[in-house]
């Protein structure tokens, strides 16, 4: 099973900054790699697949890059609707799909 | 727009059985492959079962294999999770998902429904 480790778990940063979370593979995992958006008492919303496509409706500043075993989600300015927790989740070797423990992003 | 809801949740004893169901419209459902993913309260995501659009494979985590079934009724639009010998940890609201262009990724989620096993 491969394991999924994200850093940091919390990520305090102001308004209008750029935000910067990584996920971590314990193998290569290609680009096959997405990453969820959580707000409390919702349902996760995928923000990226492929490692750096952004699903429909999803806004521009939201990106991601990365491949192998290091992935980065970048906000590029935080909204105030962008506080919430982000997973990330590999889809290369499974099953069993695996996510990461998550990133809360918060207010500083 | 794709919508999803779940039903069938609910308190139950250690033990016993409940089915969870998923309605799904505004998409051609058996076009698509199905998952159950699940959060335990306060928790992260933790993924339970896939099942092809036609219904022809399955696939569980570890920790359900051999007491949760997932099924599919394209003639109804519904997703089911038979669960069966349920546990204190299977306590968790439970989601289910369509699956992305490619089945490994979740393109779109219901809100969940919550099941409570508790004597």
């Known amino acids: 099973e491969i394991v999924m480790t994200q850093s940091p778990a919390t990520l305090s940063v102001s308004p209008g900054e750029r935000a910067t979370l990584s996920c971590r593979a314990s193998?290569?995992?290609?680009?096959?790699l997405a990453w969820y958006q959580q707000k409390p008492g919702q349902a996760p919303r995928l923000l990226i697949y492929?490692?750096?496509t952004t699903a429909p409706g999803i806004p521009a500043r939201f990106s991601g890059s990365g491949s192998g075993t290091e992935f980065t989600l970048t906000i590029s300015s935080l909204q105030s609707e962008d506080f919430a927790l982000y997973y990330c989740?590999?889809?290369?070797?499974?099953?069993?799909?695996?996510f990461g423990g998550g990133t809360k992003v918060e207010i500083k | 727009q794709v919508q999803l809801v779940e039903s069938g949740g609910g308190v139950v004893q250690p033990g016993r059985s409940l089915r969870l169901s998923c309605a799904a419209s505004?998409?051609?459902?058996?076009?698509?492959?199905m998952h159950w993913v699940r959060q335990a309260p306060g928790k992260g995501l933790e993924w339970v079962a896939v099942?092809?659009?036609?219904?022809?494979?399955?696939y569980y985590a570890d920790s359900v294999k051999g007491r949760f079934t997932i099924s599919r009724d394209n003639s109804k639009n519904t997703l089911y999770l038979q669960m069966n010998s349920l546990r204190v940890e299977d306590t968790a609201v439970f989601y289910c998902?369509?699956?992305?262009?490619?089945?490994?990724?979740?393109?779109?989620w219901g809100q969940g429904t919550l099941v409570t096993v508790s004597s």
């Open positions: 998902a369509k699956c992305g262009l490619n089945w490994g990724f979740l393109g779109s």
């Open positions: 505004g998409f051609t459902f058996s076009s698509y492959g």
């Open positions: 099942i092809s659009y036609d219904g022809s494979n399955k």
């Open positions: 193998q290569s995992v290609s680009s096959s």
């Open positions: 492929g490692a750096s």
């Open positions: 989740q590999q889809y290369n070797n499974w099953p069993p799909l695996t």
